[in-house]
């Protein structure tokens, strides 16, 4: 089971809804195409049944994805890290200090703000159920890094 936040479910449901918008606009491009006569050599033709192919696929994920998913209550604690947190965290062996928001999955366009960390990669493995205070230890390809919680909203 994945778990996502609401404005994730949202997000996931609004791009499901412009697709299945999109059927019938991509069905009369395939309509008009095919008047235009031979199939063979009609460019036309097989973008928009290659347009369509892709989208019902597109389609298919995202009802199949929407039926396994569990939607979290972003608002649960501050106490400890779930999904849809945001934390401040300071490197260890550094004085950075920055923020982190643990999602269910990344958003096509990242925020300036703060750093979408996924629920399955190892940096949102290892701050999942973390509490302000604890140090979190994360393995990256460059080695062990260490984080300390400073905040949790």
Known sequence: MEFITHSEKENIEARLAALIANRPVISQRIAEARALGDLKENGDYHAAREQQGMEEAEIRRHQERLASVSVIDENKSSEVVFLGSTVKMKQLDS????????????????????????????????????????TIRVNTPRGVKRFEILEIQ
């Open 95 to 134: 004085d950075d200090v920055d923020l982190y928001r643990l999602v269910g999955e990344a958003s096509t366009t990242p925020p300036l703000d703060y750093t979408e960390v996924t629920a399955n990669s190892p940096m949102g493995e290892a701050l999942m159920k973390a509490r302000k205070g604890e």
